[in-house]
C-alpha cells in the first residue's frame, strides 16, 4: 500500500501565528483529504481536495498531485484549531490510508 | 440530513465477551468503512462493505472479529473474544460512491478490562 508521510509531527504555536502543514504521498492518490480530530476526538472533515487549491476561512488547501503531495495552511490560529490534523489518500481498494498526523498546539 | 450515526459512543468490556458496533450511513450512501484508531495513532482501514457485500477485509484481522451490512438496517462491526489489544476507537464511514468524499461518525470507543 501506499505510504503517507505528515510533517511536523508536532507544532506549538502562539495564538495568531500562522502555519503550514504538508502531506506527502509515496504513489498518485485518486482523492485526497484533509482531516481535523478535535480534543474530544471527533473527526471533522476540512477539505475534500484531489487537485488544487481551497480555502475555507482561515484554512486553505493545496494538493498538486503530479508531485504526489498537499498542504494545509492555517492562519491567524486560534486555539480552537488545537488538535490533530491528518490527511488521507484514497488508493485502488478505496479506502483512506491515513498518515500519522500533525498535533498542534495553539497557545494562547 | 444526519450525518453517519455510530452507537455506542462508548463501550467497555469484560475479557472474552463479545462486542457490536452499529453504524448508519448517512442517507444515499451506499459505500461504509470501517477503521480503528488505536491510541496516538493514525485511523487504520478494516474493512469496506456494501450493501450485503463485503468488498475488501484485507484490514480486518482474520480472528475474532466480522462485519456486515445487511440489506435492512445498519452496519455491525463484531468482535467476538475480545482482549486488551482491541481497546481502540473504531469508526465508520460512509461514501456515496468510490472516489468521493468520506464522512465519518463519530466513532465507539471500546474499553476492555
Known amino acids: 500500500g501506499i505510504q503517507v508521510e505528515q510533517s511536523p509531527p508536532d507544532l506549538i504555536l502562539q495564538e495568531g501565528a500562522n502555519s503550514t502543514l504538508r502531506c506527502n504521498f509515496s504513489d498518485s492518490v485518486n482523492n485526497l483529504q484533509w482531516f481535523h480530530q478535535n480534543p474530544w476526538g471527533q473527526l471533522i472533515n476540512l477539505f475534500y481536495?484531489?487537485?488544487g487549491t481551497k480555502q475555507n476561512g482561515r484554512l486553505s488547501a493545496t494538493t498538486v498531485a503530479t508531485e504526489r503531495y498537499s498542504l494545509l495552511y492555517i492562519s491567524s490560529s486560534q486555539t480552537t484549531d488545537s488538535g490533530v490534523y491528518f490527511c488521507a489518500g484514497e488508493t485502488g481498494r478505496r479506502a483512506l490510508t491515513f498518515g500519522s498526523g500533525t498535533r498542534l498546539q495553539v497557545q494562547p | 440530513n444526519a450525518g453517519v450515526m455510530q452507537n455506542p459512543r462508548h463501550l467497555v468490556r469484560r475479557r472474552g465477551q463479545e462486542a457490536r458496533l452499529r453504524c448508519s450511513p448517512m442517507k444515499g450512501h451506499s459505500h461504509v468503512y470501517w477503521y480503528r484508531q488505536l491510541p496516538e495513532e493514525g485511523l487504520k482501514f478494516m474493512v469496506y462493505l456494501q450493501k450485503e457485500n463485503i468488498i475488501d477485509e484485507s484490514g480486518m484481522p482474520k480472528e475474532r472479529f466480522s462485519a456486515e451490512f445487511p440489506k435492512e438496517g445498519p452496519s455491525i462491526l463484531r468482535i467476538q473474544q475480545v482482549v486488551r489489544g482491541d481497546s481502540a476507537a473504531y469508526f465508520c464511514a460512509s461514501q456515496p460512491g468510490g472516489d468521493t468524499e468520506a464522512f465519518f461518525g463519530q466513532g465507539t470507543r471500546l474499553t476492555v478490562v
Open positions: 481536495i484531489p487537485s
